[in-house]
């Protein structure tokens, strides 16, 4: 973190030598702010792919000097264990879309339905510790997919590989997933 704003002092000063003045060039400048930026974003993504999203803040408040984003907290808060009811998902994709979409990620939202959902309602998921929880109490639940994980409040901040997700579902009916554009407002 640290490190890294003294190798671009360093890089700044080092390109500025030979210059009139001392003056920075325009050009080496811009180049080491864009790479100063792709690196916080491709470390902020690589400390939330491990589950750090505490860190992610914290990193990204040590290196920028700044607070972090309102969207990188909005992710935290997606994965507290207060938005596992059914009837969150649409908050809860919105907020990891988002900070996944920010941080330079090819995130989509998946609908899940069950085949008939007026007459086959809940969706449920078997969580790690074996308990069932309610996902959906309307035949509809969304999440995010990004490299092959499932991303959602019940999934954690490390997400869950695709098929092992869909493994964890139950309805009496079959579950469809769709790949989706945008949210609508209401399921």
């Known amino acids: 973190m640290r490190l890294l ?20 060039p325009v050009r080496e400048t811009v180049a080491a702010q864009v790479m100063g930026s792709d690196s916080l974003r491709a470390h902020t993504l690589g400390l939330l792919a491990r589950g750090e999203v505490t860190g992610a803040i914290d990193y990204w408040a040590v290196t920028t000097g700044r607070a972090a984003p309102s969207w990188l907290f909005a992710l935290k808060t997606a994965f507290s264990a207060s938005k596992q009811v ?9 907020s ?4 996944f979409t920010q941080l330079g990620g090819k995130p989509e939202f998946v609908r899940l339905t069950t085949r008939d959902p007026n007459k086959y309602e809940y969706i449920v998921i078997k969580m790690m510790d074996g ?13 995010v997919r990004m490299n092959g994980r499932a991303y959602d409040a019940y999934t954690g901040a490390v997400g869950m590989p695709w098929a092992e997700y869909l493994s964890r579902l139950g309805a009496r009916s079959d579950i469809v997933q769709t ?3 945008a949210l609508p407002e209401t399921p």
Do not use: F, K, M
């Not at 059914?86 to 919105?94: F, I, L, S």
């Not at 990891?96 to 900070?99: Q, S």
């Not at 308990?131 to 969304?142: A, C, E, F, K, P």
């Open 179 to 181: 790949v989706i554009e």
């Open 86 to 94: 059914a009837g969150a998902c649409q908050g809860v994709a919105r």
């Open 131 to 143: 308990r069932d929880l309610n996902v959906s109490q309307t035949g509809y639940h969304v999440l």
């Open 5 to 24: 704003r003294v190798w671009l002092v360093v890089s700044c000063l080092v390109l500025s030598t030979g210059t009139a003045h001392g003056a920075i």
């Open 96 to 99: 990891i879309h988002t900070a």
